[in-house]
Nanobody, 124 residues
């Protein structure tokens, strides 16, 4: 069974940085698309970024372009989200997700596996 575990969330001041990690286990993820989503209280889950497990193609939501970077270390079965220039509106629970396809997908319902989430709070 595929398992995803996020870590790295916390409290940071506006303008600061955090790096989130998603450790994946259970199978070989070649051919998968990995995504980061976030959800604030009372709001729908929102796409943040995605990357192919193999090949490295990336895609970002407009709200985070130029500030966030998604990457992966295949040897460690880990996906990262480097978040710079954080804003209070970035405050949310961040989720790692996996889909058994290399295609870029931004809809949460299309992803097959999810982590438990890690909370990010950005203060002003």
């Amino acid at each position: 069974q595929v398992q995803l575990v996020e870590s790295g969330g916390g409290l940071v001041q506006a303008g600061g940085s955090l790096r989130l990690s998603c450790a994946a286990s259970g199978r070989t993820f070649s051919g998968y698309n990995m995504g980061w989503f976030r959800q604030a209280p009372g709001k729908q889950r929102e796409f943040v970024a995605s990357i192919r497990w193999s090949g490295g193609s990336t895609y970002y939501a407009d709200s985070v372009k130029g500030r966030f970077t998604i990457s992966r270390d295949n040897a460690k079965n880990t996906v990262y989200l480097q978040m710079n220039s954080l804003k209070p509106e970035d405050t949310a629970v961040y989720y790692c997700a996996a889909r058994n396809s290399v295609a870029v997908v931004t809809q949460a319902r299309e992803y097959d596996y999810w982590g438990q989430g890690t909370e990010v709070t950005v203060s002003s």
